[in-house]
């Protein structure tokens, strides 16, 4: 009898070392939970700052290149008296191109 009471002690103490022993590893768990969340706050709020720097570099982007366009048309019309004819020839391109434009839109 005084074997199986050994045992049964014995079995208590392995018990109690597996909950011990996964109690610890639980605690472990919630720790890594909690710092991989918080880089994850960490690294959403970054990416939202870098789309927003995205979006205002393709903003940047479409006003240099509406600046450039119009400069460039703009320089093309500041025709010495050698280029005329070629003034005139890039005039009819893009009224040729705006009357393209106004035929798309009233389909």
């Known amino acids: 009898m005084l074997t199986l009471?050994?045992?049964f002690v014995n079995m208590?103490?392995?018990?109690?070392?597996?909950?011990?022993?996964l109690?610890?590893?639980?605690?472990r768990l919630v720790e890594r939970y909690s710092s991989v969340k918080s880089d994850n706050r960490i690294l959403q709020a970054q990416n939202d700052q870098l789309a927003a720097k995205l979006e205002e570099s393709v903003?940047?982007?479409?006003?240099?290149?509406?600046?450039?366009?119009?400069?460039?048309?703009s320089?093309?019309?500041?025709?010495?008296?050698?280029?005329?004819?070629?003034?005139k020839?890039?005039?009819?391109?893009?009224v040729r191109e705006i009357d393209k434009c106004i035929a798309l839109l009233n389909r």
């Open 59 to 73: 903003k940047e982007m479409a006003d240099l290149k509406e600046k450039y366009n119009t400069l460039k048309f």
């Open 23 to 27: 109690q610890h590893k639980i605690s």
């Open 5 to 7: 009471c050994g045992i």
């Open 89 to 94: 020839i890039k005039i009819n391109q893009i």
């Open 75 to 87: 320089k093309t019309m500041e025709a010495s008296s050698g280029d005329v004819h070629f003034a």
């Open 12 to 21: 208590a103490n392995e018990n109690i070392k597996i909950v011990h022993n």
